[in-house]
């Protein structure tokens, strides 16, 4: 039987009713003047097989239509509806609300701008760090030559690339982080990893100086205080602090000018 479900004895019959479940929203729209934070009450019957994102769109369609949150794909990819699950950052398409208690309370993720309720400006934020970090690949070609074929790369080299590009950029390493938290500049672990990425890539032509002029401070690498909070709630399960130590230990080796100052 469901998790989903209770069994109730009805005239010596079994019978089977869905869990209600009492979710806690964070409301707040900055936009709108005068209104404050407050927490917010709704009720709806759980279905089998409910998604966060189910019940917030059952809550939108039926109960509240002004409720704000964001989703593209639904299947964990876009990153979208990323937000804080009980305390806990995480994607509403993939958290299953039989994983949880029957009260539930949800509300969007710190650092990043809030536009209202559940949803917040990711974007905005990952653009502006991947502009600050060049996460590019820096080839010494001006111009692409589309009829040049690519050369051949490593399979396994290929593999260990791909591992790390697999991030969805949702910013649930960066709510989870105490250092994002208290400094507004640094990069997050989702930084740190597209630069450990493109260290990997053998078209990139870039040094480890170069690199250590983009994340040698403590807005990048050296600002990580090791709490493993972005390594615990990433949905890709990404080896993010593995990267991080490793990024550490190649550029405290670097000698330049910023280190001898």
């Known amino acids: 039987m469901s998790e989903a479900q209770k069994t109730v004895q009805s005239g010596g019959a079994q019978q089977t009713r869905n869990r209600t479940l009492t979710f806690h929203i964070l409301r707040y729209n900055p936009q709108v003047p005068g209104d404050k934070p407050r927490l917010q009450q709704y009720q709806i019957e759980e279905a089998e097989g409910m998604t966060l994102f189910l019940a917030l769109t059952e809550i939108r369609e039926h109960q509240d239509p002004t409720l704000q949150f964001d989703f593209v794909c639904r299947a964990g990819i876009c990153g979208s509806c990323s937000m804080l699950i009980n305390g806990r950052p995480g994607l509403a398409c993939r958290s299953l609300t039989k994983n949880m208690g029957t009260d539930i309370t949800v509300a969007p993720l710190p650092v990043f701008e809030l536009i209202g309720d559940l949803s917040v400006n990711t974007g905005k934020w990952m653009r502006g760090m991947s502009e600050r970090l060049e996460t590019w690949v820096h080839t010494q070609e001006k111009e692409i ?89 990433c949905p890709k399960e990404l080896p993010l602090q593995t990267q991080i130590a490793f990024l550490r230990r190649k550029l405290a080796t670097i000698e330049c000018t910023e280190c001898n100052k």
């Open 145 to 233: 030559n589309l009829s040049k074929k690519e050369e051949v790369m490593d399979p396994d080299l290929a593999e260990k690339i791909y591992e790390l590009d697999r991030c969805v950029e949702c910013g649930s390493c960066v709510a989870a982080c105490g250092t994002a938290q208290m400094r507004r500049d640094f990069v997050g672990a989702v930084g740190l990893n597209k630069i450990a990425r493109l260290k990997l890539d053998p078209r990139d032509n870039r040094t480890d100086a170069d690199f250590y002029e983009l994340i040698g401070d403590d807005n990048g690498v050296f600002g990580c205080m090791s709490l493993l909070g972005c390594h615990d709630v």
